[in-house]
């Protein structure tokens, strides 16, 4: 198992473990969005053989009145 930094080759594989994984299923869009908003928030898991088997999606709240804070949007494994 191996656990790295999403990258945009990556987004069509965590979409398919998304439909495979959770009733609620996003766009494209969705996925693209978190990766150029929050890079470093968004993570896949790899079995041996480097297919993508899980990933998390997680983002920044930006309310500038408020201490930093962020969630995970989306979690499949």
């Given at each position: 198992m191996n656990i790295?930094?999403?990258k945009p080759e990556d987004l069509m594989h965590m979409q398919?473990?998304?439909?495979?994984?959770?009733?609620e299923n996003y766009q494209m869009k969705?996925?693209?969005?978190?990766g150029l908003s929050?890079?470093?928030l968004s993570y896949v898991a790899e079995d041996?053989?480097?297919q993508v088997v899980g990933?998390?999606?997680a983002k920044m709240e930006e309310e500038s009145e408020e201490d930093p804070h962020g969630h995970i949007?989306?979690?499949a494994v």
């Open positions: 790295r930094c999403a398919h473990c998304n439909l495979l994984c959770l009733p969705y996925y693209l969005y978190h929050w890079p470093q041996d053989t480097g990933y998390v999606l949007t989306s979690l």
